[in-house]
Structures are given as C-alpha cells and as structure tokens.
C-alpha cells in the first residue's frame, strides 16, 4: 500500500474545454476560457480585477513590482511562508523582514509588526497558512496608519474568508496559486487579484510585457507599445479550460475536502485533549476550504519518528517550510525583527497528513496509522 502525499484530481469536463480551446482556434494566453476563468474568480471572491497568470510565484512577482520596489525598501512578511513569498520582493532589491508567527494559526503574529516597520517599509505580505485568515482588521489599520500595502498571499486561500469576506480580496493585492497541491488546479497556475483601483491598469501592463496588448484587443487604443517594466505572465489559453473545469467544480471539490479535513480533525481529537497533538485552530470569524490538514507533535524528534513510521506504512506524511530566515537565501537577502521561536518550534514539529479527491477510501487506514504512531503502540525500531 502506498498513499501518496498529493494526487491532482481532474473533473470530466476537463478534457472537453481543452479541446474547445483547440477548436476556437486561441491557444495563448488571454483567450475565452481565460476570461471566463477571470470572471468566474471576480464574482466569487468580489476582488476589484483577477488575472490569471502562469503561477502564484507569478502572481506575487507581479505584486512586487505594483507596489515599486527599489533596492533596499523593506517588505515585512513571516518567515514560515514558501520562497515566493520573499523571493519576489528580492528580485526587485528588496528586503524581507520576517517577524515571528502566532502559535495558534501559524499566521504572522500581527502584533509584531508594527516594530518592524522603519522609514523603508513598503508592504506587509499576510500569508494566509492553510487557509486560515490572518487577523486582517488589524493589519489593515497599521497599513493604513503607515501608510503600506497589504499583500495577501492567499496561495491556500481559495474562498476561504475572514468575518465574511473572501480572502483576496481584503488587501491591495492577491496572488493565488493553482499548482497541483492547492484546493483547486490546474498543474502550474495562479492569478493576480487587485483590489486597489489605483493599480488595475498597470496590472495588466506589466502582465503583457510591459505594453498596453489588453487596452488595445478591448480597443480602447489603435496601436500598442511598450510602457513599463514587465513580462510574460499569462498561462495559455489550454491551461485556463482545464482551470475552468475547477473553478466550476469548486462546491463539490471543497465539500468533499472538508469532509476529509473533519474525519482527521475529528479522530485526533482526544491527542489534543491529553496532549499528545496540537490540532490546527480555526477562528470563529474564519471559513477555510480544507487546504490542509496538519498535526503539531511535541518535538521535532517526535516529529521525525512519526513521517518515518507513517511512511514504513505506506503513508506519505510530510514537513513543510523551512524557516526562511534560517536558510541561505534567507540570510542573505533578508532580516528578522524580534525572536523567531514559534516559528522555529512549529516548522520542527508539523506534519502534514495526505489529503486529496479521492482519498476517502483510505481514511480510516491513515487515522489508524497515524494514532497508533502517536500513541506509540508500535516497538519497532524506525531508524
Ligand atoms: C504554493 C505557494 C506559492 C507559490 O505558488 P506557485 O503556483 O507554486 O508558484 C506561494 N506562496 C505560498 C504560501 C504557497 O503555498
């Protein structure tokens, strides 16, 4: 038996719009079923304008050089984040200044931010970890107050919301990811979603390379020229059908994935309460879309033994995020502001458990698995 960490799971109207891409002749970017993908994430997440891009890495790139980073402005953001997060700020010279993370949500603890701003600060980038909303009130009044952007990185956050409102579409900017391991996909993927009227038009720019292509196909323009820095950042028109095929699925996908997130949050239950596991926390005022389903195990030793046994059984359990701050690239373009404990602790100490369409039929395997690791029921050796 061997379950995988993660299985891309495709609808049947998958292949059926990618071959109505092909008959309509458009296979680049910015094609109908880009633009229907487009529509689609406007009215569901209520952002002010979506655009599709060829990845969240993309997206967040984008968002970097609307919010004019130049060589030494500093971008505040967590360190237990992916390299993108920071890595799209660094390409523009900028600095990451990574504070500390909450230990309930993983979120960035947003009562450090305000002492990490300086008279370079630009942007706060809020990742949203496993769909779970950061506390948006408060960082969007020392936003306000500091006068900064809001960077959402809502890679996990698909409709997932805070107090009622969709995440992506609270800050500036957005970038969400539609890589095969996020709540919907379409193998590589992503969109820049603005919110912030002031910085729609440039968007679009800079996503076609730099010139005015979409002002003058809507023709709003007779001829188009190059305006501004940019790239290519549109995914083709094939990708977007498949991507269509998703967004069009959203309800049934989400509901099967929590009912999976509700079966592991449910069977670790009496772990928390004698406290083996700490399980993920979810807010009364947030709504997520199953993302993810992690444990917190005591220690990182503890941490270790459990991939290792879970993975003698066939389960492939797994990390997630080295602190950026202690890695090499992270030291070297970055900084942090304050301790960096919980996020240390808690990048030592969780595991990630499988969680895919189409899983179900494994589930009490995995549970079972995973408790009896847990409850060390096994003697077995498992180095
Ligand atoms: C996946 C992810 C990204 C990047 O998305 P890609 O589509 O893989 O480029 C960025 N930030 C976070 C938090 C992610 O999980």
């Known amino acids: ?3 995988p960490f993660n ?8 292949l059926v719009y ?3 891409a092909y008959e309509n002749g458009h296979l680049s970017g910015d094609g109908p079923f880009t633009k229907k993908c487009q529509s689609w994430l406007e009215a569901r997440i209520g952002c002010k304008k979506a655009l599709l891009t060829h990845s969240g890495t993309a997206a967040l790139e984008m968002a970097a050089i609307l919010a004019d980073i130049r060589p030494g402005d500093e971008v505040i953001m967590p360190s237990f984040t992916f390299s993108s997060t ?4 660094v390409m523009r010279g900028g600095v990451p200044i990574f504070v500390d993370i909450r230990p309930d949500t993983l979120n960035i603890d947003e009562t450090k931010i305000e002492a990490a701003i300086t008279v ?9 970890y496993a769909g779970i909303s950061c506390q948006m009130d408060v960082i969007l009044a020392i936003a306000h107050q500091h006068n900064l952007l809001v960077i959402e990185d809502a890679a996990h956050s698909i409709l997932c919301s805070y107090h009622g409102k969709n995440l992506g579409s609270i800050g500036d900017l957005a970038a969400l990811s539609f890589h095969e391991t996020k709540t919907l996909q379409s193998g590589e993927g992503g969109a820049l979603l603005v919110n912030n009227p002031r910085l729609a038009e440039r968007a679009e720019i800079i996503r076609e390379k730099g010139t005015n292509r979409s002002q003058f196909f809507r023709g709003e323009v007779d001829k188009y020229t190059w305006l501004d820095v940019g790239s290519s950042y549109l995914p083709s028109d094939l990708v977007a059908a498949f991507l269509l095929s998703q967004l069009e699925s959203a309800e049934t996908i989400v509901k099967r994935r929590r009912l999976i997130w509700e079966r592991y949050h449910t069977a670790f239950h009496d772990l928390e309460r004698s406290g083996k596991v700490q399980r993920p926390f979810v807010p009364d005022f947030c709504e997520h879309t199953a993302h993810m389903y992690y444990l917190l195990l005591q220690d990182e030793w503890q ?9 003698k059984r066939g389960v492939m359990a797994t990390f997630h995020y ?5 890695s090499p690239a992270g030291r070297r373009f970055g900084r942090v502001n304050g301790p960096m404990n919980i996020t240390v602790s808690v990048s030592g100490r969780l595991a990630r458990l499988p969680l895919w369409m189409g899983i179900e039929s494994s589930l009490d395997y995995i549970v079972d698995s995973a408790r009896s690791v ?10």
């Open 1 to 3: 038996m061997r379950i």
């Open 7 to 14: 299985r891309p799971f495709m609808t049947p109207e998958a």
């Open 18 to 20: 990618m071959r109505q």
């Open 86 to 89: 920071a890595n799209a700020f």
């Open 120 to 128: 370079k600060t630009k942007a706060i980038v809020a990742v949203h």
């Open 303 to 311: 941490r270790t033994r459990f991939l290792s046994c879970m993975k």
């Open 322 to 326: 080295l602190p950026l701050h202690e």
């Open 374 to 383: 847990i409850l060390e029921e096994e003697k077995v050796a498992w180095t």
